[in-house]
T-cell receptor
């Protein structure tokens, strides 16, 4: 059984397009996260939701809009894609916002051409 | 903000012991984590320290000194499969909105050789 799943695994698109990445967790966790890992392997948090409510919003361009329809899902929509958006995007979840362990999804490799 | 430093690369021999250091400067410290990440895969949790001292977990141990802003990950009896990136991450408490935020270092790429 997959604990944290993301779709798609790979996404290649052109500049200016709008795309979405989906994340689902079947662990019954309350808290979900989006991270971006750039070409230098630097992993940086973007957003966190707890029970569908936004609790962490780092300095991310407003072209990025997360949406949590329920606590098992956290999707990421990106408008007007730019070359610098190329990265691996990881979704993660934890039992709660204070839990020490986060479970990461397999990642979505986004390439903007 | 947070500042986390760890070596970029390390090489060690199969069967040996290697220590990966991490130094950090932060406010609102609420724990230090080590994650392992193989190429093309997701990070996986290795260890967590919130109090000073050594936490041992099989071949892996992690140490924390909060007063020095210092941690290390110790890997014993190295195996080829231990070749991976090791990420040091500091957790800080978010005062507004609740929750905790993990800030990662840039990772140490460990290469285990025969």
């Amino acid at each position: 059984d997959t604990a944290v799943s993301q779709t798609p695994k790979y996404l290649v698109t052109q500049m200016g397009n709008d795309k979405s990445i989906k994340c689902e967790q079947n662990l019954g966790h309350d808290t979900m996260y989006w991270y971006k890992q750039d070409s230098k392997k630097f992993l940086k948090i973007m957003f966190s939701y707890n029970n569908k409510e936004l609790i962490i919003n780092e300095t991310v361009p407003n072209r990025f809009s997360p949406k949590s329809p329920d606590k098992a899902h956290l999707n990421l929509h990106i408008n007007s894609l730019e070359l610098g958006d190329s990265a691996v995007y990881f979704c993660a979840s934890s039992p709660g916002p204070s839990s020490y362990e986060q479970y990461f999804g397999p990642g979505t490799r986004l390439t903007v051409t | 903000g947070q500042n986390i430093d760890q070596p970029t690369e390390m090489t060690a021999t199969e069967g040996a012991i290697v220590q990966i250091n991490c130094t950090y400067q932060t406010s609102g410290f609420n724990g230090l984590f080590w994650y392992q990440q193989h190429a093309g895969e997701a990070p996986t949790f290795l260890s967590y320290n919130v109090l000073d001292g050594l936490e041992e977990k099989g071949r892996f141990s992690s140490f924390l000194s909060r007063s020095k802003g210092y941690s290390y990950l110790l890997l014993k009896e190295l195996q080829m499969k231990d070749s991976a990136s090791y990420l040091c991450a500091v957790r800080v408490l978010i005062l507004t909105g609740g929750g905790n935020k993990l800030t990662f270092g840039t990772g140490t790429q460990l290469k285990v050789e025969l």
